[in-house]
Antibody
Framework: EVQLLESGGGLVQPGGSLRLSCAASGFTFSNYAMSWVRQAPGKGLDWVSSISAGGRRSTYYADSVKGRFIISTDNSENTLYLQMNNLRAEDTAVYYC?????????????WGQGTLVTVSS | QSALTQPPSASGSPGQSVTISCTGTSSDVGGYNYVSWYQQHPGEAPKLLIYEVSKRPSGVPDRFSGSKSGNTASLTVSGLQAEDETDYYCSSYAGSNSPYVFGTGTKVTVL
């Protein structure tokens, strides 16, 4: 059974940093592309970043986080990360990690429960 | 990449059908057959309902169906049930640099 468990959310001041983790199990981690999707309170879904499958993974970012966020994986620990720097109030959201089926495009089949990030002074 | 446009709300009586539209551009919805739909209940993670325009993952009832014409995709929920009252989001692939462009979301009410 595929399981995705996010952690690392919390309260941080504007300009601060936070690292989110997503512990994965139930599938061959390196074979799957992985993504972060966020949802601000009372708002819609917003794609943040994706990392491709394989040993040498390519990374992709939404314009709103490019240059501030870094997505990475530890294939030995089956963990996805999102390093968030220079945080802004508008980054306040629940952050979900999600994956498609293998080789699936434009679809997110499995989601974690989410972790809340609050950026406020 | 701009969000796809969905109506804020839609409604129908139990047993009836409701259709939700999702309008994009030729760079996303119109350019790829990679439109997905998600259902999200309050406080829960989204659930995949439809992928590749009209395909249903295992376990999703056939009351949920998807289609596309030009730059607009649609989700139809037939035989509305009380548990269908919640939020729905579309999403489209828009190239490797924008793999997921989400819609603005639609709240479905069962009257």
């Amino acid at each position: 059974e595929v399981q995705l468990l996010e952690s690392g959310g919390g309260l941080v001041q504007p300009g601060g940093s936070l690292r989110l983790s997503c512990a994965a199990s139930g599938f061959t981690f390196s074979n799957y592309a992985m993504s972060w999707v966020r949802q601000a309170p009372g708002k819609g879904l917003d794609w943040v970043s994706s990392i491709s499958a394989g040993g040498r993974r390519s990374t992709y970012y939404a314009d709103s986080v490019k240059g501030r966020f870094i997505i990475s994986t530890d294939n030995s620990e089956n963990t996805l990360y999102l390093q968030m720097n220079n945080l802004r109030a508008e980054d306040t959201a629940v952050y979900y990690c999600a994956i498609p089926q293998v080789a699936g495009k434009g679809r997110l089949d499995y989601w974690g429960q989410g972790t809340l990030v609050t950026v406020s002074s | 990449q701009s969000a796809l446009t969905q109506p804020p709300s839609a409604s129908g009586s139990p047993g009836q059908s409701v259709t939700i539209s999702c309008t994009g551009t030729s760079s996303d919805v119109g350019g790829y057959n990679y439109v997905s739909w998600y259902q999200q209940h309050p406080g829960e993670a989204p659930k995949l309902l439809i992928y590749e325009v009209s395909k249903r993952p295992s376990g999703v009832p056939d009351r949920f169906s998807g289609s596309k014409s030009g730059n607009t995709a649609s989700l139809t929920v037939s035989g509305l049930q009380a548990e269908d009252e919640t939020d729905y989001y579309c999403s489209s692939y828009a190239g490797s640099n924008s793999p997921y462009v989400f819609g603005t979301g639609t709240k479905v009410t069962v009257l």
